[in-house]
């Protein structure tokens, strides 16, 4: 069974820094290309970054561009998301997120169950 | 890197059916049969209801059904249920794998 799951949240203040994780089980996690995905407290999902299962290959939404950085480590079977100039608008449950592509294109087939980001002054 | 438009509600009666519109432009939608849908139940993770604009990864029911012309998908739920109340997010890639949500409709059953 697949398992996505993320930590590293909680509260910083703006202009703060924050690291989160997702480890994945169950899965040749080399594999497969991830993502981070967002919602913010009443709104909709947001697609945060992408990164191809070597990590050759890294996009980002413009909202987050310049500040977030994403990795993985193959060997730990690992994905993070390196957050910087922390922002009010970059609070949000972050999900961690699996793309199924061999032979078909299933975006975000597999989720975590969210890690709570809280920017506050 | 703009949303995709969906109605921000939509309800139907059990046994009904509904359909959930989302509109892009000709540089998401219109250009690539990589349209999505996701089910969101509050407090739990997204689940994927819909692939490729219309075929269903496997365990989901044939109850939901997807299309796309031009700029505008479209997911259908038939014989609505009461455990179909949720949100629900469509998405397209707009080039390489940088993609784009729908703000999210939803969907209550009367």
């Known amino acids: 069974e697949v398992r996505l799951e993320e930590s590293g949240g909680g509260l910083v203040q703006t202009g703060g820094s924050l690291r989160l994780s997702c480890v994945a089980s169950g899965v040749t996690f080399s594999s497969y290309e991830m993502n981070w995905v967002r919602q913010a407290p009443g709104k909709g999902l947001e697609w945060v970054s992408y990164?191809?299962?070597?990590?050759?290959?890294?996009y980002y939404a413009d909202s987050v561009k310049g500040r977030f950085t994403i990795s993985r480590d193959n060997a730990k079977n690992s994905l993070y998301l390196q957050m910087h100039s922390l922002r009010a608008e970059d609070t949000a449950v972050y999900y961690c997120?699996?793309?199924?592509?061999?032979?078909?294109?299933?975006?975000?087939?597999?989720w975590g169950q969210g890690t709570l980001v809280t920017v506050s002054s | 890197q703009s949303a995709l438009t969906q109605p921000a509600s939509v309800s139907g009666s059990p046994g009904q059916s509904i359909t959930i519109s989302c509109t892009g432009t000709?540089?998401?939608?219109?250009?690539?049969?990589?349209v999505s849908w996701y089910q969101h139940h509050p407090g739990k993770a997204p689940k994927l209801m819909i692939y490729e604009v219309s075929k269903r990864p496997s365990g989901v029911s044939n109850r939901f059904s997807g299309s796309k012309s031009a700029n505008t998908a479209s997911l259908t739920i038939s014989g609505l249920q009461a455990e179909d109340e949720a949100d629900y997010y469509c998405?397209?890639?707009?080039?390489?794998?940088?993609?784009?949500f729908g703000g999210g409709t939803k969907l209550t059953v009367l």
């Open positions: 997120s699996r793309d199924t592509v061999f032979g078909v294109v299933m975006p975000f087939d597999y």
């Open positions: 000709s540089s998401d939608v219109g250009s690539y049969n990589l």
């Open positions: 998405c397209s890639y707009e080039g390489s794998s940088v993609r784009v």
């Open positions: 990164i191809s299962g070597s990590g050759n290959t890294i």
